[in-house]
């Protein structure tokens, strides 16, 4: 199976006219906001409908239906200053809807990290989703801050949180990288999903020092570690990145760009923005792993609708692609600040989003925990 990375970034929402809203709980002096013309309630938490396995990279409970992962979400008022909240996953909903954000998880890493050296990381923060072991339910790889003295090699930074038919459940597992994929002292990074060497399996790609890429043959156990691994190859920049899948591209997000049958990569020399144009240069895959590089590759921009309103307030108004392409749409965050934000969910070609949400809904007595899976 050929996966694409998934794109993470979020935001919080308000509830707008006519969409499906969330408004937070106003108690314990959290921000809230009203929901509007009798939209519903998001804030009530919904059982994670337990599913069967899928194709889809970034479907974690295997409904068939894609999930919504959100790195940024917002801060309650007062708070600004104090750690981050942690990963909010959004469920999928048929219907048109695209998430109901009302089945969701607040992934932090006091309870889903693993620690190293006794040690749970303070960061924790969503890289890429795909389905690293086979078994029909994708799985995220996120990326850690590891105790790390800077004498020699580094720590591995990246875990991997497994999915299954009620969710993300249990705690992440260090990603293992073999001695022999590893080079030079800098922090592994930059992780991206593919079949690169097109035996139907998933690989992943991640930096080594100077500029080279390792390769991780799929599938990767539940203990972290990839099937087998190659050393480094020179890839020409720091920077990894799935190519776009095309229009046409089967629901798996095929990563193949000159069409010879194996997932290809992007190497560009600096971290990409989501949404916007960037060039980079083509990794193409192969039986043994990644080839020399290839032509020049080049991210179009994501057209964004118009931006949902936020309440009155000072400060700049920001709207961002989160997540382009996103069950066949887009999802967007429009964003004040860290208190204020609004995730809006758009079919394909939509100029209207038909779904929007406050990521506020994880601060209104938030657990990390799975609601019970409907049957």
């Known amino acids: 199976m050929r996966i694409r990375i998934a794109v993470v970034g979020v935001c919080t929402a308000l509830l707008l ?19 509007k013309n009798g939209a519903a309630d998001a804030a009530a938490r919904r059982a994670v409908p337990r599913g069967r396995g899928s194709a889809l ?23 600004t200053y104090g750690d981050d909240a942690g990963i ?21 890493p006091r309870e889903r990290a ?24 994708g799985d ?12 020699g090699m580094p720590p591995v930074p990246l875990q991997i949180l497994f999915g299954g ?8 597992v260090v990603l293992k990288i073999p001695a022999v994929a590893r080079a030079g002292n800098e922090w592994p990074d930059h992780p991206v999903c593919g079949d690169f060497d097109g035996d139907g399996k998933t690989d992943l790609a991640v930096t080594a020092s100077g500029g080279q890429v390792s390769f991780l043959r799929g599938p990767f156990t539940r203990a972290g570690a990839p099937r087998s691994a190659a050393a480094p190859v020179p890839a020409g920049g720091p920077v990894l990145a799935a190519p776009e899948p095309k229009a046409d591209a089967s629901a798996d997000g095929s990563a193949d760009v000159n069409g010879d049958g194996y997932d290809d990569l992007v190497v560009l020399g600096r971290a990409r923005t989501p949404g916007r144009a960037a060039r980079g240069r083509l990794l193409p895959g192969g039986p043994k792993g990644f080839g020399g590089a290839g032509a020049t590759y080049g991210f179009k921009a994501t057209r964004l609708p ?25 999802a967007t965050r429009t964003h004040r600040g860290e208190t204020t934000d609004v995730v809006a969910v758009y ?29």
């Open 165 to 172: 038919p009620t969710g993300l459940t249990g705690r992440a």
């Open 306 to 330: 118009p931006a949902p309103k936020l309440p009155a307030g000072r400060g700049r108004t920001v709207t961002e692609a989160i997540r382009p392409g996103f069950g066949g749409g887009l």
């Open 114 to 137: 693993a620690k190293v050296d006794g040690v749970l990381p303070a960061a924790f923060e969503a890289e890429a989703a795909c389905d690293l072991d086979g078994d029909g339910y």
């Open 17 to 35: 006219t006519g969409c499906t809203s969330a408004s937070p709980d106003a108690a314990a002096g959290r921000h809230s906001l009203e929901a």
């Open 140 to 151: 995220l790889i996120i990326t850690t801050d590891p105790p790390y003295n800077g004498i």
């Open 347 to 375: 079919a394909a070609g939509g100029r209207r989003p038909v779904t929007t949400f406050s990521t506020s809904v994880f601060l209104a007595g938030a657990s990390s925990g799975t609601p019970t899976a409907s049957p």
């Open 57 to 79: 990279p970034d479907d974690f409970n295997g409904d068939g239906l894609p999930d919504l992962v959100l790195n940024d979400l917002v801060k309650a008022e007062g708070d």
């Open 88 to 108: 909010g996953i959004v469920y999928g909903t048929a219907g048109g809807a695209g998430v109901d954000p009302s089945v969701r998880q607040l992934l932090t």
